[in-house]
T-cell receptor, first 114, second 115 residues
C-alpha cells in the first residue's frame, strides 16, 4: 500500500511569490491535514480537509489556504511568501479523522524563501 | 491551553539498552488520544504507537511501549533494546475529541544511540 506522497520534495522561492504544494493521501483515506515545522515554532497545525471541506483550521494568516479534490488529493497554497515561511511542510492522512486513528505523514516539502 | 511537554531536548543511550522518553500533557478533555512519532534526519514522520484516554492497558508495538499514567497526565515512550537506527527526533502528540483531527505536538527529544 503506497504511503502519503508529497510533491515537490524541495522548493526555492523568493519573497512575494506564491507556491502550491501537493499531497496524495493513502488510498482510502479521506482526511488530509497539513502541518508546518520550523526550528523556532516546532510543528504547528495548518488545516484539515475531509470530503473536500475544510473541517479545522489552525492559527495561520489567510495567505495560507488549501483545498481537497474528490479523489482526496489535497493542495496547499501560500501567497505573498515571506522569509518566515521557510519550513518543512508535512501532509498527513487518516481514514476519517477519528481520535483513535493515527495520522500517517508524507516525507514533506522543504520550502526555502530567499 | 492544551499543551504537550517533552522535557528532554536530547538524550544518549547505549546500543541494546532501554530508554524512556518523557511526555506530559495538559488537557481538560476526557476523550483524547496520545501518539508518538519518530522523525529521522530525512524528515518523514513515522507513527510509532497510540494510547487512548480510555484504554486501561498500556499500548505496546514491538520494541515500543507506552507508559500511560492518566492521573499524572504522562505518556512516556519506552524503547527496549535500542538500535543505531533508533537515532532520531521523537515527538509526543495529542489529539482531543473536541478539537477534531488536529495533532498538538511537543517540542521533541533527540535520541542518539551510541555503539
Amino acid at each position: 500500500k503506497a504511503g502519503v506522497t508529497q510533491t515537490p520534495r524541495y522548493l526555492i522561492k523568493t519573497r512575494g511569490q506564491q507556491v502550491t504544494l501537493s499531497c496524495s493521501p493513502i488510498s482510502g483515506h479521506r482526511s488530509v491535514s497539513w502541518y508546518q515545522q520550523t526550528p523556532g515554532q516546532g510543528l504547528q497545525f495548518l488545516f484539515e480537509y475531509f470530503s473536500e471541506t475544510q473541517r479545522n483550521k489552525g492559527n495561520f494568516p489567510g495567505r495560507f489556504s488549501g483545498r481537497q479534490f474528490s479523489n482526496s488529493r489535497s493542495e496547499m497554497n501560500v501567497s505573498t511568501l515571506e522569509l518566515g515561511d521557510s519550513a518543512l511542510y508535512l501532509c498527513a492522512s487518516s481514514l476519517d479523522g477519528s481520535v483513535n486513528q493515527p495520522q500517517h505523514f508524507g516525507d514533506g516539502t522543504r520550502l526555502s524563501i530567499l | 491551553a492544551q499543551k504537550i511537554t517533552q522535557t528532554q531536548p536530547g538524550m544518549f543511550v547505549q546500543e541494546k539498552e532501554a530508554v524512556t522518553l518523557d511526555c506530559t500533557y495538559d488537557t481538560s478533555d476526557q476523550s483524547y488520544g496520545l501518539f508518538w512519532y519518530k522523525q529521522p534526519s530525512s524528515g518523514e514522520m513515522i507513527f510509532l504507537i497510540y494510547q487512548g484516554s480510555y484504554d486501561e492497558q498500556n499500548a505496546t508495538e514491538g520494541r515500543y511501549s507506552l507508559n500511560f499514567q492518566k492521573a499524572r497526565k504522562s505518556a512516556n515512550l519506552v524503547i527496549s533494546a535500542s538500535q543505531l537506527g533508533d537515532s532520531a527526533m521523537y515527538f509526543c502528540a495529542m489529539r482531543r475529541w473536541s478539537a477534531g483531527n488536529m495533532l498538538t505536538f511537543g517540542g521533541g527529544t533527540r535520541l542518539m544511540v551510541k555503539p
